[in-house]
């Protein structure tokens, strides 16, 4: 209707001549089915917006005025019928005058300067991309910096909302205080000792954090997250073996988000109390991740994806002279990074009391690789031992807990080593024992009707093979190391079956001797049966042609006798060095 309007606005500009009114409108109707043509090939176009519209109404009204320019010359020397007889033949050139006008028209000088013939001739270009096709690569342009942009500003929040002065307590610290000692720090902030006594040990911690944040201070923590199904999480405290409970930190989903972070995840910074109508304590604002500046989990690869490789690198065990144990492994079952060992041990053969050594050999010759203890169904007494002598990080599921607890704490630990692994850290776990962990998954798993011999489901030990077989070295960097005991001997068809479920899976083994250890020969580790998988990659080759040797002399040997020999050595001498310089077959053979 707009370019009727249009059109006969310009035929009353003409004048009141009755010819030439009449032949305008002729040539009026014939442009609007030239018009109507062009109107029904635009409609069809999906993306045609409003701006082009306005440029056909132009383009169009333009037309018409040249057409009646023309027709006025024309009605001089015909008449109207032989003007209509023309028009068809004339439809197909205006056709593409008109489409030239609407390609052309974001320059609408230039294009109305030049005549029909010249416009009927230039090149058709391509039309110019819609401002929402620019808009779009706008955006995409700008998301490849979002994560810069909202970090900046979340921080920039942070620094605003919290006071920049104030004492620093951390909860980690009160974690791992005893109740008295925690009883005399809740005294300093007037907190009643009648109420204390009813207390438990978080509650006295709970109170504690909130008395320091109603006076100033500033409050840190860190912790493992784990992710609830809902988005949310929470950070687990490692010196309560992961245990929710009511000083964990809460952690928002846009958190969660902005800085990429996954399960397993040990995220620091600093919190604020809980608010009116909260239970917990929030993450204010986010510092560390897995050690190291928040934006580098942005670029971190997934666990999965990582290649494994064989151990290359060697840890080493030799720390002192008078510990044979570790000094035995060291020759004779090497351990890398990377290593997937399993000790196979029976009852009361000192599995226990060698996971300890190797755990101290390890934080004494290599602080540089962090160091998990996961003791699965153990005593409360062997936990408190083993976190007195050990520098390391002791997680524990005493025998008394559930067997939910235990699969719960395995999972949050195989977690958190893969995120460390990501970050290319060299990671320990020592998991003491598989067996009692597969015996858990047994009991959680749903049945599916497949039961193994000694009564194992078939799908319960698909999840502790994913733990044992985590142990890799990366191409990348970094590396995961785990050190697994499995029980034998103990008169259950079960441990024997999940026992030959793991036999060859790993790359290392370290065989106990039951009659070595009633015979109160320490270590007892049969040495003949005993080795590593690939161990020229690990021993130099010096200690690899020595071991050899060594190796062809003992095979005929008693395996009590081969163990009772080793060791005799072995004490005589300060370390493995000395050991192999003054070792020669025909000492060993005399000696036999």
């Known amino acids: 209707m707009a370019i009727i309007r249009k059109k006969q606005a310009v035929v009353e500009s003409i004048g009141s001549d009755e010819s030439a009114y009449a032949e305008t409108a002729v040539v009026s109707d014939e442009a609007q089915q030239e018009l109507n043509l062009d109107q029904s090939e635009s409609a069809g176009k999906a993306d045609t917006t409003q701006d ?28 109207s019928e032989e003007a209509a007889d023309a028009a068809p033949k004339k439809r197909k050139p205006r056709k593409k005058k008109v489409r030239v006008e ?26 110019a991309p819609p401002a929402a096709r620019t808009d779009n690569r706008d955006r995409k342009q700008s998301s490849r910096n979002n994560y810069k942009k909202n970090y900046n500003r979340f921080k920039k929040a942070d620094d605003a909302a919290v006071p920049q002065d104030g004492e620093k307590l951390s909860i980690n610290e009160l974690t791992l205080m005893n109740m008295k000692e925690l009883r005399e720090v809740a005294g300093t902030y007037n907190i009643s000792g009648e109420e204390l006594m009813s207390m438990k040990k978080q509650e006295v911690i709970f109170s504690i954090l909130k008395s320091h944040t ?26 309560n073996s992961y245990l929710p409970g009511s000083d964990d930190i809460y952690i928002s989903p846009s958190q969660i988000r902005l800085f990429n972070l996954r399960t397993g995840d040990t995220v620091g910074g600093q919190i604020r109390p809980p608010k009116e109508g909260e239970r917990f304590f929030a993450m204010l604002r986010v510092e560390k991740v897995n050690f190291n500046d928040p934006q580098e989990a942005q670029t971190r690869i997934p666990f999965d994806n990582l290649t494994p490789l064989y151990p290359e690198s060697k840890l080493d065990m030799e720390i002192k002279a008078e510990d044979v144990s570790t000094r035995m492994i060291n020759l004779f079952c090497p351990i890398g990074k990377g290593q997937r060992g399993l000790i196979v041990s029976p009852p009361r053969t000192g599995k226990t ?15 540089e690789v962090f160091l998990m203890v996961l003791l699965i169904d153990e005593r409360p007494e062997e936990v ?29 630990v195989l977690e958190k080593a893969k995120r460390l692994v990501e970050h290319k850290k060299d990671v320990v776990i020592l998991l003491d024992s598989i067996t009692r962990l597969a015996r858990a998954y047994n009991q959680t798993v749903p049945t599916s009707g497949k039961i193994l011999s000694g009564g194992v489901d078939s799908n319960a030990l698909h999840k502790p093979k994913r733990f044992f077989g985590a142990a890799r070295n990366v191409e990348q960097g970094g590396s995961l190391t785990v050190v697994a005991t499995a029980l034998i001997e103990t008169g259950s068809r079960m441990d024997e079956v999940i026992f030959e479920e793991f036999k060859g899976t790993g790359n290392m083994e370290i065989i106990l001797d039951r009659k070595m250890a009633d015979r109160r020969l320490y270590p007892a580790i049969n040495i003949k049966k005993s080795g590593t998988r690939k161990e020229d990659l690990l021993l130099t080759e010096t200690e ?3 071991m050899w040797v060594l190796r062809k002399v003992i095979n005929p040997m008693d395996d009590m006798e081969c163990t009772e020999m080793m060791i005799d050595k072995m004490r005589k001498t300060k370390n493995n060095e000395a050991f192999l310089r003054s070792m020669n077959t025909g000492g060993v053979g005399a000696d036999r």
């Open 353 to 367: 009391i060698l996971l300890q050594q190797i755990a101290n050999a390890i934080t004494t010759n290599h602080p």
């Open 384 to 412: 408190t031992d083993m976190r007195r002598n050990v520098k390391g990080e002791v997680i524990a599921s005493t025998f008394d807990e559930q067997a939910t607890r235990h699969v719960q704490v395995a999972e949050m």
């Open 544 to 546: 690899l042609g020595k």
């Open 102 to 127: 609407i390609v052309k028209s974001d320059d609408a000088s230039a294009e109305s300067s030049g005549n029909s013939d010249t416009a009927a001739s230039a090149p058709v270009k391509a039309p």
């Open 52 to 79: 082009a519209s306005e440029n056909v109404e132009k383009a169009a009204d333009e037309v018409v005025t040249k057409q009646l320019s023309a027709e006025e010359k024309v009605s001089d020397n015909s008449d």
């Open 214 to 239: 109603v006076n100033g201070g500033l409050i840190y923590s860190y912790g493992s997250l784990e992710i609830l199904p809902d988005g949310y999480g929470f950070l687990r405290s490692p010196q």
